[in-house]
């Protein structure tokens, strides 16, 4: 069974930053694309930032300029770094990662808590 092992969750303030850390039971290699998802308490759960095996990376308009989503491959991890964090991204976030030829072939982390607070 895949298992997605997510880390890097907390409480921080407004302007803070934080880093996530995602490590997958299986090789990860160029064929699965990882991402990062977010759920805000009342909302639906919406794509936060993806990355493929060349270093193509997509964000969410509300988060480009401050996450950058970057991958090890070798450690089948992908990371997301949070900068300039506001109250608005206080969500519990997810990783994901999805086979780029079989979308069906895809895995999700347990959630980890991002509370941003003054």
């Known amino acids: 069974q895949v298992q997605l092992v997510e880390s890097g969750g907390g409480l921080v303030q407004p302007g803070g930053s934080l880093r996530l850390s995602c490590t997958a039971s299986i090789r990860i290699g160029s064929i699965y694309a990882m991402a990062w998802y977010r759920q805000a308490p009342g909302k639906q759960r919406e794509s936060v930032a993806r990355?493929?095996?060349?270093?193509?990376?997509n964000y969410a308009d509300s988060v480009k300029g401050r996450f950058t989503i970057s991958r090890d491959n070798a450690k089948n991890t992908v990371y997301l770094q949070m900068n300039s964090l506001k109250v608005d991204d206080t969500a519990v976030y997810y990783c994901?990662?999805?086979?780029?030829?079989?979308?069906?072939?895809?895995?999700w982390g347990q959630g980890t808590q991002v509370t941003v607070s003054s």
């Open positions: 994901n990662i999805r086979h780029i030829f079989n979308p069906s072939d895809e895995y």
């Open positions: 990355i493929y095996s060349g270093g193509i990376t």
